[in-house]
């Protein structure tokens, strides 16, 4: 749905109209939530060619979410919420992803991962 993905919508809203010759009558309204979309790549080529560039999840019907990314030695080498990570040209292989997230009503979540950088 193109209004989900444009505006980040967490729920959708439904009403109903009945009508005939003489009158017309509408039902309550009943709002639906999402559930929560979350994609992660497990891969990115920062060459500055405008594809894949950036690591960046790509998440729907979440209200905030914190990504931290580790070098292979466990040092954290970026966090930031609600962020994208661009590697600096010295960054390549195999890094570590975790990512928190806040759903609308609240739970959290937590995941973790691999990202590689190639160059």
């Keep these: 749905d193109e209004d989900l993905l444009s505006s980040q919508a967490l729920e959708r809203c439904y009403l109903i109209k009945a009508t005939n010759k003489t009158f017309s009558s509408f039902s309550n ?3 639906l939530k999402y559930k929560p979309v979350i994609f992660i790549p497990n891969a990115i ?3 500055h060619d405008g594809l894949n560039d950036v690591f960046n999840p790509v998440i729907y019907g979440v209200d905030l979410y914190k990504l931290k990314i580790y070098n292979r030695w466990g040092e954290e080498v970026y966090s ?7 590697p600096d040209e010295k960054q390549s292989g195999v890094f570590m992803y975790q990512i928190t997230l806040i759903t609308a009503e609240g739970e959290i979540v937590h995941q973790t991962g691999t990202i590689s950088v190639v160059r």
């Design 29 to 31: 309204i009943i709002c």
């Design 80 to 86: 930031e919420k609600n962020g994208a990570w661009l």
């Design 45 to 47: 080529s920062p060459n």
